[in-house]
């Protein structure tokens, strides 16, 4: 099992319609969910069901209320990681503006490898990672202004995936950019984390995309993991009423 997560709620207290009230928002009720090793998760579900939370508390940048995360058996959290970090290589929502605007896009993926006691100058494994996204190695001494949002999807991708991390924690990595590009990424992802032996676990509102890459669905609502399973089966037969309202939402119709 890589990550097992048991009973997790996170709460979030925000400011509430007077300046002295507040108001707690559960942004995972409870939540139980096992990502077995060796399988590609997607998690889907609804604007805020839950899904980011879900992935920092997984990832354990932050801590649960209650519950526990553990990964590879390993109970995980903030102060302690274990074998997390290292194995885990992660895509931000937005990704683009996850670069160091300062940084030539060159330093961003030394970066990782630096931070994992990587020997060497990485200059070679940064053109390599470059050219395995598509951008000329030409490009590392230029900084993050100087591509378009594509191209800096595809750095923070090749960032993420400059240690051949374990697994690919990626939070709707393919939402800021148009169809076509985003096509061409979808298809580059498949491919990297194939050929790094690279497991992915993506957050992602397109069925579609969530099926070309995955095999595995678990859709959230309300911040609990309402339907788990082989993604084919799941959207063949909807269990959940989530996720019904899901593939309505794709096909335009009422799904029975
Ligand atoms: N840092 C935070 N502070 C306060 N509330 C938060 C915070 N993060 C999440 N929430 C709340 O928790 C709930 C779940 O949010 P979350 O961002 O995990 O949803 P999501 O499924 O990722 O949504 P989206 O698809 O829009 O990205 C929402 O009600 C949200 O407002
Ligand atoms: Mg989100």
Redesign the pocket.
Known sequence: MSFTLAGVTRR?T?PGDRPWRRVV?T?LDGLDLEVPAGRDLAVV?A???????LLRVLLALEAPEAGTVRFRGEVVTPRRPGALRRAVGVVA?DPGSSLDPRLPVGASLREPLECAGVPGDHGERVAELLDAVGLDPAVADRRPAAFSGGERQRIALARALATRPAVLVAD?PFSAVDPTTRRRLVTLVGHLARASGTRLLLVS?DLGIAQRLCADVAV?AAGRVVETGPIDDVLARPSADATRALLDAVLGVEVP
């Not at 604007?47 to 939370?53: D, E, F, N, P, R």
């Open positions: 979030y925000v928002r942004a579900g604007s805020g069901s839950g899904k980011s939370t929502q709707e509102h959230l």
